[in-house]
């Protein structure tokens, strides 16, 4: 019997698949079949239910004392050029700005600034807050509340209580990158540990929050260890429940030092997501996020296990230094442009999957209408205020 075969009757029956398994679907060449199961399990959970949200991303500081291999955003000290640190009033503004179309997520990822208090933290979360109470801040990966903890002489979940008291709501997934210590220790020696990411996770869970999980895949790791990163992955959530989603993370080689190394391609991005859908089963969402892989290959991957595509952005930076081909922001009509293409049923979500909004799904493909209605599928989504409160 081919490995995919007695994995197709092991995920059909509810068996767990194994790291051999694991394995095997990564060297599997039929990328359809794959996709497939893949797809299987996807419906089973989500049938063509597909989400995204309207959400902005910020970077407070690319100041950082660690030096990960794969990154292009950091700098090391804060007087180097291109060294950035906005004031509070200044993250505070980004948000203002939209508030005539407000999103409903404000999503913080930063470098490890050594020389701001930790009430620069505290306060930059009170004020997104007071600006729109309900805004959900899903802020600081596992890397930075661990250097918290170690910087400012606290333990995670002093650092959890305090960021929660000021407005934090949920922790985002990055700082994953690969779980392997030998890895690891060649692409990100002077950060927070595998077992120190997972236990911070492991903290915000006990105390009631929910996280995402990252990996960052296509350098110099191989598949066993994707296999091994995805099964610590599903070891936590057996313990804690408390991850809800998953997000890989496709390489981006441009200006940072692993650049002589190619960026993954579209099928190994596409079975990246595949193998992810079928390993993580007590993960409920699997996100194919639009900016790292291409909104093009996003859109393929609603096909290939993915239910979520991420949201709205605007102005990501770690990724556009990196080289990616994609766009800084994406509107609400072309996320849901994307997933009606692909077949599915567009549902705007908050962060924690509650539905804002169901969209209806496209009767037939938009090339089979004429230019006229065309454009008009393709208008701008007009808000209904009440739906959002
Ligand atoms: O932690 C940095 C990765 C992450 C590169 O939780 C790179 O919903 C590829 O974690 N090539 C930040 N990746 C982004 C992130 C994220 C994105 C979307 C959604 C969520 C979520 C989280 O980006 C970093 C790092 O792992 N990264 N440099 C690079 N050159």
Known sequence: MRPLDRIRDAVRRGDRLTAE?????????????????????????????????????????????????????????????????????????????????????????????????????????????????????????????????????????????????????????????????????????????????????????????????????????????????????????????????????????DGNGMKNLPAPTAVDDLRTLAVSRLMLDNVDHIKAYWVSLTPDVAQVALRFGADDIDGTIVHETIYKAAGTRSPGALSEGELIRLIREAGRVPIERDTLYNVVREHPRAEVPEAALKPRERLKARLPVVHDKQVRS
């Open 21 to 253: 398994d694991g394995l095997a679907l990564f060297l599997e060449p039929d990328l359809l079949a794959v996709g497939q199961l893949a797809n299987e399990v996807r419906e089973a959970r989500h049938g063509d239910r597909t989400y995204f949200n309207r959400n902005m991303r910020i970077e407070v500081t690319n100041v950082c004392v660690a030096s990960c291999l794969f990154c292009s955003f950091a700098k090391l000290e804060a007087h180097m050029p291109g060294a950035h640190t906005m004031s509070l009033e200044e993250a505070w503004r980004e948000l203002e700005t939209r508030m005539d179309d407000p999103p409903t997520e404000v999503h913080v990822v930063n470098g490890l600034h050594p020389g701001l208090p930790f009430s620069y933290y505290e306060e930059l979360l009170r004020g997104f807050k007071r600006i729109k109470p309900d805004v959900h801040m899903k802020c600081f990966t596992a890397v930075e509340i661990h250097f918290f903890a170690q910087h400012y002489g606290m333990t995670h979940a002093e650092v959890l209580e305090r960021l929660r008291a000021a407005g934090l709501d949920s922790l985002p997934g990055g700082g994953a990158e690969i779980f392997d210590e030998d890895v690891r220790s060649r692409i990100s020696a002077d950060k927070a540990t595998a077992a120190e990411y997972l236990e911070v996770h492991r903290v915000a869970h006990r105390m009631g929050m929910r996280t995402n999980a990252t990996m960052l895949y296509g350098h110099i790791e191989t598949f066993a260890h994707r296999v091994d990163h995805l099964l610590r992955l599903r070891a936590l959530q057996d313990e804690t429940k408390g991850l809800q989603a998953f997000i890989p993370l496709a390489f981006h080689p």
